[in-house]
C-alpha cells in the first residue's frame, strides 16, 4: 500500500479507449484524485471520455487486507455501473492487479501503478479463447497515464 499511498493527490494526463483489440485507441483528457481513507485504504476517483457516450467516471478504493493481500471495490459508470470487488497480492513494485469473471467466460484486469511522478491506470478486457482462432487473451481497453497536477 505505499506504492499507493504515495499517489495521494490530484492527477490529469490522458486515457486511450477501445473496445475491441483490433479498433484504434480513441484519446481524450483523463483525470483523477487519489485519496488517502481510514484504515490505510486509498480512494481513486477519476474521469474519462468516452468516443460516443460522453463524460465518465469511476472509483476504484484499495485497502489492505488480511495476509499481506489487497481488496479492491471498483465502479464505472460506462464499464462496471455496479459495484465489483476483488482481491490481490500486494506487489513489491507498489502497484495492484485485480481480475474478475463476468458473464461467465470474459474476463477483466484493473492495474493500477504509481511510478515517480506518474500514476498508471490500465483496464484490459481479457477476451476467451475462440474455437475459430481469432484474438483471445487480455488487451489494453482503457490505458489512463496521468501525472501530478
Do not use: C
Request: avoid cysteine.
Amino acid at each position: 500500500m505505499d506504492g499507493l499511498s504515495s499517489a495521494v493527490g490530484s492527477w490529469q494526463g490522458t486515457n486511450a479507449f477501445r473496445l475491441m483489440p483490433t479498433d484504434d485507441p480513441y484519446s481524450a483528457p483523463a483525470s483523477a484524485t487519489v485519496t488517502a481513507e481510514p484504515g490505510g485504504a486509498v480512494s481513486i476517483r477519476y474521469t474519462w471520455s468516452h468516443p460516443e457516450d460522453g463524460a465518465q467516471e469511476g472509483l476504484l478504493v484499495v485497502a489492505p487486507a488480511e495476509g499481506g493481500r489487497l481488496v479492491a471495490l471498483w465502479l464505472d459508470t460506462w464499464h462496471q455501473p455496479e459495484a465489483r470487488t476483488s482481491e490481490a497480492p500486494a506487489r513489491p513494485d507498489g502497484g495492484a492487479l485485480f481480475e474478475y469473471v463476468y458473464a461467465k467466460v470474459w474476463g477483466w484486469q484493473i492495474e493500477v501503478l504509481p511510478e515517480g511522478g506518474r500514476l498508471l491506470l490500465v483496464m484490459r478486457n481479457v477476451v476467451p479463447d475462440q474455437r475459430d482462432g481469432s484474438f483471445s487473451g487480455p488487451y489494453d481497453a482503457m490505458r489512463m497515464t496521468l501525472e501530478r497536477a
